[in-house]
């Protein structure tokens, strides 16, 4: 917010920034948006945000983890339950520095998303690219369908 | 440094409030640190899924701006649930004299850029000359 002017008076331009600032607490509160957009959400910092798809064959895991190494990352399938740990370790900076800014969440982390379908646990695929991980979950092929002979007596 | 959030559009200031982060088309604001050393002002920000070459950095009228684009990767299916949404990054940030505009430099490893701003040398103190006004 820009500081009042000198006298205090309020301009028109301090009432529409009130307008707004009560139109994002209705906002937060309206089922409307998506949780994340809420700036409550990116408080909570929860790290990473995990995005789930799936299709016919398969479960795909997309979280976003700028700046790790593939070896600080652990990803374990425990029965139907996919178990991502790691930890994010800041940059090394000399020892004069000063923060004007720290907004990254660092540290160690531990998500866990649970399928509803059974996957197979030989074939998991992950791989990390520009921060982001994407790991691959085949289901478990279904039963194929068995013909049922029918006998006429 | 003073932050100028999604500035590069050349929006209202209003505009620029509304539209962050939210409908399509708009900019999703990276998570910044930004530290100083004795000889340079370094910029780190998190933006998942760009690579080197769809990063745009520019420098104007004291204005450094960071922009990334992200290639939208295509859905596999349905969607099981979402924590977050995908798109291009933004986020400017004014800079003073103080730093040396033609040195800066920058690299993206993982999803992460860190800009390097090397610090201007200190501004040598001018001497003023005083020239005596001629006495009437």
């Known amino acids: 917010m820009n500081p009042r002017r000198v006298d205090g008076s309020l301009q028109a331009a301090d009432l529409g920034r009130l307008q707004r600032e009560v139109g994002n607490l209705f906002e937060l509160l309206s089922p409307s948006r998506e949780p994340w957009e809420h700036s409550l959400w990116r408080e909570t910092r929860l790290f990473p945000r995990v995005?789930?798809?799936?299709?016919?064959?398969?479960?795909?895991?997309?979280?976003?983890?700028?700046?790790?190494e593939a070896k600080d990352l652990?990803?374990?399938?425990?029965?139907?339950?996919?178990?991502?740990?790691?930890?994010?370790?800041?940059?090394?900076?000399?020892?004069?520095?000063?923060?004007?800014?720290?907004?990254?969440?660092?540290?160690?982390?531990?998500?866990?998303?649970t399928l509803s379908e059974a996957v197979d646990q030989k074939t998991v695929g992950a791989t990390y690219r520009d921060g982001v991980l994407t790991v691959t979950l085949a289901k478990r092929e279904r039963m194929s369908a068995r013909k049922i002979q029918i006998v006429s007596e | 440094m003073e932050d100028r959030q999604n500035e590069r559009s050349g929006e209202s200031e209003q505009d620029r409030e509304t539209s962050q982060a939210t409908a399509d088309g708009?900019?999703?604001?990276?998570?910044?640190?930004?530290?100083?050393?004795?000889?340079?002002?370094?910029?780190?920000?998190?933006?998942?899924?760009?690579t080197p070459e769809n990063l745009d950095i520019d420098i104007s009228e004291g204005i450094l701006s960071l922009a990334g684009k992200v290639v939208a990767e295509g859905a596999v299916g349905r969607d099981v649930s979402r924590e977050y949404s995908t798109g291009d990054y933004s986020r400017s940030f004014r800079v003073t004299n103080a730093v040396n505009l033609g040195n800066v430099t920058a690299c993206m490893k993982d999803g992460v850029l860190k800009v390097v701003l090397p610090k201007a040398k200190k501004a040598v103190a001018r001497r003023i000359p005083i020239v005596s006004q001629p006495a009437e």
């Open chain 1, 51 to 68: 995005n789930v798809q799936e299709n016919r064959d398969a479960y795909v895991i997309r979280c976003e983890i700028p700046g790790v």
């Open chain 2, 26 to 50: 708009s900019y999703l604001t990276p998570a910044v640190d930004i530290y100083e050393t004795e000889r340079a002002i370094v910029i780190l920000a998190d933006m998942p899924g760009v």
């Open chain 1, 74 to 113: 652990d990803i374990k399938l425990d029965g139907d339950t996919l178990v991502l740990k790691g930890v994010r370790s800041p940059d090394i900076v000399d020892e004069d520095a000063s923060f004007h800014r720290k907004e990254r969440a660092m540290g160690e982390f531990r998500r866990c998303v």
